[in-house]
């Protein structure tokens, strides 16, 4: 009886192969990140999904565009750092893009990205891989985070560039996405016709069961549309002078906040007061504080007062 | 007990044919001497001899798949008679049956276990088939527990056509292809002397380019008239798998033909435009070829792998030295040299990429000196290789040179590296663009907000 091993080569199962392949970090900004949801594929047969939750099969994540994934790779400012956990073995950032903010986390198992966590200043601009973990500790309230692989310090140029290519893979993916939703076609014929348009047979399915899913699946896009492009005129490379005064400004008013031990809490009306009489505009202040709340540099405890993140 | 056994007996027949000829009955009975329960036993035999077969065309076959269905011509076929092995049992098969199989995607070399009673230009349909790589290539085998039927009215094209070599651009040339016919332009030529069977022989190697892409090819008769710059129609000509890369082989039997005048100028490419430097492509179309010549990528280094850094090689054949020991050579004195394992992700695909040493000290910014000085200085033995992960780690880096494909996915070996330099501003623009006017992000938020309403509602 011929036996399969017999020419002595390591035979190594599809399944198996296809687990040593390593997974594509994809680029996806943070406010389409955080929108995620685990993707449950369909499947007919209840004791293969079981087997295959056993098996290392990765932890998919399908965004409302359709991307299906499981590794990113992040290029942003990290504005938090704490150290979580009983024994404070865990660390927690943040990092920063245009559009939003991703939750980082690193423990005992990711020991690279821990001890690069240990030292690394605050804010600085970071580039990282890790893989997408989503927590739903009661339904309707679902947590997206990135459990850390690797992470090192880079520039802005680096940044400018991550920014670039993720909105341009974003709007191929928004593109794509507006192209089924414009279509009318649905499921396998949906999948064909993306296909024939060029699209990757792993977006055409994850976009096809996002329309199948989503009540409104037009919406988030629209959002996200409107989130890149003012991600992407943020970038500002040809008014560098403006820029420049821009980032004077709100280093006058992040400064005005210390001053006043806004690490307590301050007055947000007695804080623009204040401001305006040392000349800066109130809309200049109002558009820092929002800037501010938004990269998760201060918040706001109770509503009128605003406190700094320390 | 026979008649617990019979009705999976019954569903085995109606899933496998005949169970006697085939042997199958009597493998089900050893695993029930075995005491496998019957069902258990129906399971795997039907898991082993492939109840449910997937079916297959040539140009999806890859190495290692087994337990599928094929159809397709017998494009030749010929028998060799095997030594037995000694100690082999007398009735194990003497004879080895080998040919190529062709259909309307490409044609594949098989090598059969089993009697053929085909002759060339008959259709027939192989269940339980499965491959081997040799050779670098694919090829099918037909073994024992496989079934080979002569299909009468296969719908397959005629042989007269379904020999011809296929016509294609140098990207379609794949592992699929026995032989190929092409147009392209010569990008580079060199003669040299190599001894074939002990005969001095003179062969003329070089790399071939279109529009869509390159590939080397080696010429063993004489090419007259062809010269760097030539355009020429190449006809017949065999392609083998080298590290994972098709080569064009041009044979005896292989047509070379100038190509000029008005006919070149219909060609999608000249001389000029085939010499510029490959642009980048997505890593995610590398990936779906099996070996890809003189090309470039770009991407973020997401990872230095380790076994970058130092290591020291055997100074008989260049293998890295692992505890003062080559593991062909035993222990050496090894020579000490530098080189960077990265992987290169762009978010449609990643690769991992070999840097030798040249380009290890261009794109870490230190010499092999500095290094060592740097390893000599710290306790860590990982001192290069750390120093190499916060160096590059998130980096862009732009590389080029050749890929193959293997079970761990893309390995690219760098022939140059360089920093991507692109207009960020120029794809800002294009990308605004792209996202649409101003004027209408007042109405989508409207219409946003108005469907979240009713969402709510």
Not at chain 2, 149 to 169: Q, Y
Request: aromatic content about 6%; overall charge negative.
């Amino acid at each position: 009886m011929k036996r399969t091993g017999r020419y002595g080569k390591l035979q190594v199962p599809r399944e198996v192969r296809a687990l040593l392949k390593r997974e594509v970090a994809k680029r996806v900004f943070a406010r389409e990140f955080e929108a995620c949801r685990e993707l449950e594929k369909p499947s007919p047969d209840a004791a293969e999904k079981a087997a295959s939750k056993d098996s290392k099969t990765p932890n998919l994540l399908i965004s409302p565009l359709g991307l299906i994934f499981n590794r990113v790779f992040v290029v942003g400012v990290i504005t938090e750092l704490d150290s979580v956990g009983t024994q404070n073995e865990m660390w927690k950032a943040r990092i920063v893009d245009p559009t939003g903010a991703f939750t980082v986390y690193a423990g005992q198992y990711q020991p690279e990205a821990s001890i690069f966590f240990s030292t690394v200043e605050v804010p600085s601009f970071i580039a990282l891989t890790g893989k997408a973990r989503i927590y739903e500790p009661e339904p309707g309230s679902v947590f997206v985070s990135v459990r850390a692989e690797e992470a090192n310090v880079v520039d802005e140029e680096i940044r400018n560039r991550w920014v670039v290519d993720t909105a341009e893979q974003t709007v191929e993916r928004l593109e794509a996405f507006y192209d089924a939703l414009s279509s009318g076609y649905h499921g396998e014929e949906l999948q064909k016709y993306l296909l024939e348009r060029g699209v990757s047979s792993e977006l055409a399915e994850g976009i096809s069961i996002v329309l199948e899913r989503e009540r409104a699946p037009g919406e988030f896009a629209k959002l996200l549309r409107i989130s890149v492009k003012e991600g992407l005129k943020a970038l500002n490379f040809d008014a560098g002078d403006s820029a420049g005064a821009e980032v004077d400004q709100k280093e006058f008013v992040l400064e005005l906040l210390r001053e006043m031990n806004a690490f307590k809490g301050v007055d947000y009306a007695a804080f623009v007061d204040a401001a305006v009489s040392r000349g800066i505009p109130e809309e200049v202040v109002e558009e820092v504080v929002r800037s501010l709340l938004s990269s998760g540099q201060c918040y706001e405890p109770r509503i009128g007062i605003i406190r700094l993140v320390g | 007990m026979d008649e617990k056994i019979a009705p999976h007996l019954e569903e085995l027949t109606r899933a496998l044919g005949d169970l006697e000829k085939s042997g199958i009955r009597a493998e089900f009975e050893k695993l029930l001497a075995f005491r496998v329960p019957p069902e258990v036993a129906k399971e795997s035999i039907l898991r082993k001899f492939g109840g449910k077969q997937r079916v297959l065309k040539v140009k999806d076959l890859s190495a290692n798949l087994k337990g599928f269905e094929i159809t397709g011509r017998v494009l030749d076929i010929g028998e060799k008679a095997i030594r037995p092995q000694e100690g082999a049992p007398q009735d194990r098969p003497s004879r080895l049956y080998t040919g190529v199989l062709a259909d309307e995607t490409g044609s594949v070399m098989f090598s059969s276990w089993k009697v053929l009673h085909c002759s060339v230009g008959d259709a027939i349909n192989v269940r339980n088939a499965y491959t081997r790589l040799w050779q670098n290539r694919v090829k099918l085998s037909i073994g024992e527990q496989s079934t080979v039927s002569k299909v009468p009215d296969s719908g397959l094209p005629p042989i007269s056509e379904i020999s011809k070599s296929p016509t294609k651009k140098l990207l379609e040339v794949g592992a699929a292809d026995f032989s190929v016919g092409t147009i392209a332009c010569v990008l580079q030529l060199s003669h040299r002397e190599v001894m074939v069977r002990g005969k001095q022989s003179r062969v003329i190697s070089g790399v071939l380019a279109d529009e869509t892409g390159r590939l080397p090819f080696t010429a063993w008769t004489e090419l007259p008239g062809v010269d760097i710059g030539s355009i020429v129609r190449i006809e017949e000509a065999q392609v083998r798998m080298f590290r994972g890369m098709p080569s064009v082989n041009i044979l005896s039997g292989t047509k070379v033909s100038p190509v000029g005048g008005e006919e070149a100028k219909k060609l999608a490419f000249t001389f000029d435009s085939v010499r510029k430097d490959p642009s980048p492509l997505k890593i995610e179309d590398i990936a779906a070829r099996d070996g890809m010549f003189d090309i470039a990528a770009a991407g973020n280094v997401v990872s230095v792998r380790p076994g970058s850094g130092i290591i020291s090689r055997c100074p008989e054949c260049g293998r890295a030295v692992q505890k003062g020991s080559c593991r062909v050579h035993g222990k050496v004195e090894g020579i000490r040299d530098m080189r960077i394992k990265a992987v290169l992700d762009d978010g449609t695909g990643t690769m991992s990429v070999m840097f030798s040493r040249e380009l290890a000290e261009i794109i870490y910014g230190k010499t092999l000196e500095e290094a060592e000085e740097l390893m000599f200085s710290d306790i860590s033995k990982d001192a290069v290789y750390e120093d190499l992960r916060r160096i590059l780690t998130g980096r862009y880096l732009a590389v080029r040179g050749n890929s193959s494909l293997n079970e761990y996915g893309i390995s690219f070996v760098a022939e140059s590296a360089w920093v991507p330099e692109d207009d960020l501003a120029v794809r800002v623009v294009e990308l605004l663009h792209r996202l649409g006017s101003d004027e209408t992000d007042g109405q989508v938020r409207e219409i946003a907000g108005s469907e979240g309403g009713e969402g709510f509602a």
